[in-house]
């Protein structure tokens, strides 16, 4: 597990997610547990791929119709508000903490095995495609442009109303 591990990190260094060590940290701590055993075979016995984005990493496997996900977040630890001074023993002064009783902010991962449903692509040639996407766009613009118009006529009717209620005074 180490080679991915360190895969995993120098992947995540590479795309520039920020907080690369926080997000790892429950990882490294949690995944030679053996609750895990199962995608620890699978990266021992397959090539694989790691492609990361800020808080997702997919892992995808060679000759396997599945992939796994590891997805990060975060959850709120309650302890006391912090009242530690630079004077206290254990005393963190990048954190400006001790980290003992102290509220703080958790890391967390969630390591999901995803199969696809289906997989399809377009049928035909580029042109068509084209064609395609530019008929979608058209139509989405249409009834942008309609509702629009719509939303215009109701705010000229209400005008007239208005102006007409005002008249009434």
Not at 84 to 93: H, I, K, L, R
Not at 95 to 110: K, L, R, V, W
Not at 132 to 153: G, H, P
Request: proline share 2%; charged share 35%; glycine share 4%.
């Amino acid at each position: 597990m180490e080679r991915f591990l360190n895969k995993l990190k120098r992947e995540l260094q590479i795309m520039n997610v920020e907080g690369y060590g926080f997000k790892l940290a429950p990882v490294y701590q949690d995944i030679t547990n053996d609750k895990y055993k199962e995608f620890q075979e699978d990266i021992k016995t397959h090539k694989y791929s790691i492609c990361a984005y800020d808080d997702k990493v997919t892992i995808f496997l060679s000759d396997e119709e599945f992939c796994y996900e590891i997805k990060f977040s975060e959850e709120q630890v309650w302890g006391n508000y912090c009242e530690c001074q630079p004077t206290d023993e254990g005393y963190n002064e990048i954190h400006e903490c001790c980290g003992e009783d102290c509220d703080y902010i958790n890391s967390t991962f969630q390591l999901l095995k995803v199969y696809p449903m289906s997989y399809s692509s377009y049928k035909g040639k580029a042109k068509d495609l084209w064609r395609e996407i530019e008929t979608i766009e058209e139509s989405y613009d249409y009834k942008i442009e309609q509702r629009k118009k719509s939303i215009q006529d109701e705010i000229d009717k209400l005008q007239k109303e208005l102006k007409l209620l005002n008249g009434l005074k």
